[in-house]
């Protein structure tokens, strides 16, 4: 039973730093396209960032690049979200995903959530100005 546990999240001020983890079971880490996605209140579910199966390449949506950080730890099963500088507008439910058919470097696929196999229950981020 393949599951993806979120931890780290919580309540910071506007400026601050958090550091999410997603815990993965029952798979092999190494065979999945990791992703963060998130979800604010009354909006979509958006694509954060999104790592290769070795950890060499990663993509972030332009709201986030060059304050998070995604990398992973496939000794652990765990991939990681480091997000800096953090907003108001950051505020969301987050969410890790994977996926092992994910379309990466060609005709790249990895910001589509349809593209995932398996989601985590999703961990609160708070920031408040």
């Known amino acids: 039973q393949v599951q993806l546990v979120e931890s780290g999240g919580g309540s910071v001020q506007a400026g601050g730093s958090l550091r999410l983890s997603c815990a993965a079971s029952?798979?092999?880490?190494?065979?999945?396209?990791m992703g963060w996605f998130r979800q604010a209140p009354g909006k979509e579910r958006e694509f954060v960032a999104a790592?290769?199966?070795?950890?060499?390449?990663?993509y972030y949506a332009n709201s986030v690049k060059g304050r998070f950080n995604i990398s992973r730890d496939n000794a652990k099963n765990t991939v990681y979200l480091q997000m800096n500088s953090l907003k108001p507008e950051d505020t969301a439910v987050y969410y890790c995903?994977?996926?092992?058919?994910?379309?990466?470097?060609?005709?790249?696929?990895?910001?589509?959530?349809?593209?995932?196999?398996?989601w985590g229950q999703g961990t609160q981020v708070t920031v408040s100005s």
């Open positions: 995903a994977a996926g092992i058919r994910v379309k990466f470097y060609t005709d790249s696929r990895y910001y589509r959530a349809e593209e995932y196999d398996y």
């Open positions: 029952g798979l092999i880490l190494s065979s999945y396209v």
């Open positions: 790592i290769s199966w070795s950890g060499a390449t990663a």
